[in-house]
């Protein structure tokens, strides 16, 4: 018998991977979860029906959520992260000796301990000890801070669901109050390609527009994602993106990584016509 675990991306157009095992399936009462196992994408994570991510292809989103803002400003300290139940994020800021403390505020407990179980190469850093978990609404945890971490990711769910306040003009807000004064706010910004992902996109950026006197878009291609096509946004008080950049910094660290890299990096934010467009239409 075929077992197909199928996702859709909008009402006419699926998504689907065969499953050979279905590993785990569980509400927490915040979201369902399952886990599958896969031949072609090895094990993979679903929250409410919705893929977020594969062993195959996790490793494109981590390195670009993360790796993006640590090449702009190196010296980065302190990190807040918000959402990364799935500890990908975790795993490669982990990375730099540099980093002295790291916040996480994921909703759902039981999502950490599930990725703990079954995704260990992604959830493999949560013993580090500059990580402190906080199980709670990032909402509400970043309004309580006021100029303390030199770099929030927001590295969220969709706009529905526990992720839906993640993408308010007030959360926005709360994390440029949070950030000191050479601060950066990377989030995943969804995909321009089907029209309701280009609408939470085009919101998504308009809000941070708003907020933050920097704010740029980059790109990469993953895979399981809707259309493929997947953007994020980098925000800040001081640093851009590719003016500021200084390459040989980042490679001075020696980091080995299987996605980014540093002639990458400004490539990533060179974006295709009709997305800028869309970006213009709400700046």
Known sequence: MDLWFSEYHTKTVRFSIKVTKQLFSDNSGIQRIDVFDSVEFGRFLALDGYMMLTERDEFIYHDMIVHVPMSVNPDIKKVLLIGAGDG????????????????????????????????????????????????????????????????????????????????????????????????????????????????AMKRAHKRIVESFPISRVYQAHIPTYPSGHWLFGFASKKFHPTDDFKPELWNALGLKTRYYNTNL??????????????LREVE
């Open 88 to 199: 990908g994020a975790v795993r490669e800021l982990c990375r730099y000796n540099g980093i002295e403390k790291i916040d996480m505020v994921e909703i759902d407990e039981l999502v950490v301990k599930v990725c703990k179980e079954y995704l260990p190469k992604t959830a493999s850093s949560f013993d580090d000890p500059r990580l402190s978990v906080y199980y709670q609404d990032g909402l509400k945890f970043v309004r309580n801070c006021e100029n303390a971490y030199d770099l929030i990711i927001v590295d969220s769910t969709d706009p529905l669901g526990p992720g839906e306040g993640l993408f308010k003009k007030e959360f926005y807000g709360n994390c440029y109050n949070a950030l000191t004064d050479t601060g950066i706010m990377v989030n995943q910004h969804e995909s321009p390609f089907y029209a309701n992902d280009a609408d």
């Open 265 to 278: 990096h400004k490539g990533a934010f060179a974006l295709p016509s009709y997305v800028e467009e869309m």
